[in-house]
C-alpha cells in the first residue's frame, strides 16, 4: 500500500513540474532572450566584413602538389613501325585551392551559410630533369619535348582536378582551411555570438537545403 502510495504521489509531482513548465514558458521566454546575446546585428556587420575580405583575397590554397613521374612516346611509322621513342623524366608541381570570388555566402537568424566551390588548380607547372632520345629516323616526325611536357601537364592537371573534386578529404580540407581563414579574419571582432555552415556549391541537395535571406 505505502508503495502504491509513493508511485502516485511521484506520478503526480512529474504531472505539476510539466504543467509549471507549460504554464511558465510565456514567461520565461523574454528573460531569456533578454540573457542571451542577440546575434543579428553581428552577423549583418561580420557578413560585410566577410564578403570585403572574399572579394580582396581571390583565391585560397589549400593543397601542394610536388612529384616527379617519367614519361615515354614512341614514334610510329606505317611499314617501319616503332622507329624512335623519347624517355622524360618530369617534375610536376602544382597548387590546389579554391576561387573565393565563387564561394555564396548567405545569412540566417543565427548563422552564415558558405556555400564553397569545388576545388581547382590555381596554378601548375612541369620541367625536364631528364632526356633521353632514341631516333632511327628523321627528327621530323617526332614530337617535340615541349610539346610531350605539355601532354603530360594535362594528363596531371586532369588527374589531380578530378580526385579532388571526388574525394571527401579534399573536400574536409577545403572546409577547415577556409574556416581557419575566416576565423582570422574575425579574430579582432570578439567572440563570435552564432554559428558557420558550410556546403558544396555545387551539391544540388545541399544549396536547396540552404535558406538565402
Given at each position: 500500500?505505502?508503495?502504491?502510495?509513493?508511485?502516485?504521489?511521484?506520478?503526480?509531482a512529474?504531472?505539476?513540474?510539466?504543467?509549471?513548465?507549460?504554464?511558465?514558458l510565456?514567461?520565461?521566454?523574454?528573460?531569456?532572450?533578454?540573457?542571451l546575446?542577440?546575434?543579428?546585428?553581428?552577423?549583418?556587420v561580420?557578413s560585410?566584413?566577410?564578403e570585403?575580405?572574399?572579394?580582396?583575397?581571390?583565391r585560397?590554397e589549400?593543397?601542394?602538389?610536388?612529384?616527379?613521374?617519367?614519361?615515354?612516346a614512341?614514334?610510329?611509322?606505317?611499314?617501319?613501325?616503332?622507329v624512335?621513342?623519347?624517355?622524360?623524366?618530369?617534375r610536376?608541381?602544382?597548387?590546389?585551392?579554391?576561387?573565393?570570388?565563387?564561394?555564396?555566402?548567405t545569412?540566417?537568424?543565427?548563422?552564415?551559410?558558405?556555400?564553397?566551390?569545388?576545388?581547382e588548380?590555381?596554378?601548375?607547372?612541369i620541367?625536364?630533369?631528364?632526356i633521353?632520345?632514341?631516333?632511327l629516323?628523321?627528327?621530323?616526325?617526332e614530337?617535340s619535348?615541349e610539346t610531350?611536357?605539355n601532354e603530360?601537364?594535362?594528363?596531371?592537371r586532369e588527374?589531380?582536378?578530378?580526385?579532388?573534386?571526388?574525394?571527401?578529404?579534399?573536400?574536409?580540407d577545403?572546409?577547415?582551411?577556409?574556416?581557419?581563414t575566416?576565423?582570422?579574419w574575425?579574430?579582432?571582432y570578439?567572440?563570435?555570438h552564432?554559428?558557420?555552415?558550410?556546403?558544396?556549391l555545387?551539391?544540388?541537395a545541399?544549396a536547396?537545403?540552404?535558406?538565402?535571406?
Amino acid at each position: 500500500m505505502k508503495k502504491t502510495g509513493k508511485w502516485f504521489a511521484s506520478v503526480i509531482a512529474k504531472a505539476l513540474v510539466i504543467i509549471l513548465v507549460i504554464v511558465l514558458l510565456p514567461f520565461v521566454r523574454p528573460l531569456v532572450r533578454r540573457l542571451l546575446p542577440d546575434a543579428t546585428g553581428e552577423i549583418r556587420v561580420q557578413s560585410v566584413i566577410l564578403e570585403q575580405k572574399l572579394e580582396s583575397s581571390k583565391r585560397l590554397e589549400v593543397t601542394t602538389i610536388d612529384e616527379e613521374g617519367v614519361l615515354e612516346a614512341k614514334t610510329n611509322v606505317i611499314i617501319f613501325g616503332t622507329v624512335g621513342s623519347t624517355t622524360i623524366r618530369y617534375r610536376y608541381t602544382a597548387s590546389i585551392g579554391i576561387d573565393l570570388s565563387k564561394v555564396v555566402m548567405t545569412t540566417d537568424s543565427d548563422r552564415i551559410i558558405f556555400a564553397l566551390p569545388d576545388p581547382e588548380i590555381l596554378n601548375d607547372g612541369i620541367e625536364a630533369l631528364e632526356i633521353n632520345k632514341n631516333n632511327l629516323f628523321s627528327k621530323a616526325i617526332e614530337k617535340s619535348v615541349e610539346t610531350l611536357l605539355n601532354e603530360q601537364k594535362m594528363k596531371c592537371r586532369e588527374q589531380y582536378v578530378t580526385e579532388k573534386e571526388h574525394s571527401d578529404r579534399a573536400w574536409e580540407d577545403i572546409r577547415k582551411s577556409f574556416e581557419e581563414t575566416i576565423c582570422q579574419w574575425l579574430e579582432n571582432y570578439g567572440e563570435r555570438h552564432y554559428e558557420f555552415e558550410f556546403v558544396r556549391l555545387n551539391d544540388a541537395a545541399a544549396a536547396s537545403a540552404a535558406v538565402f535571406m
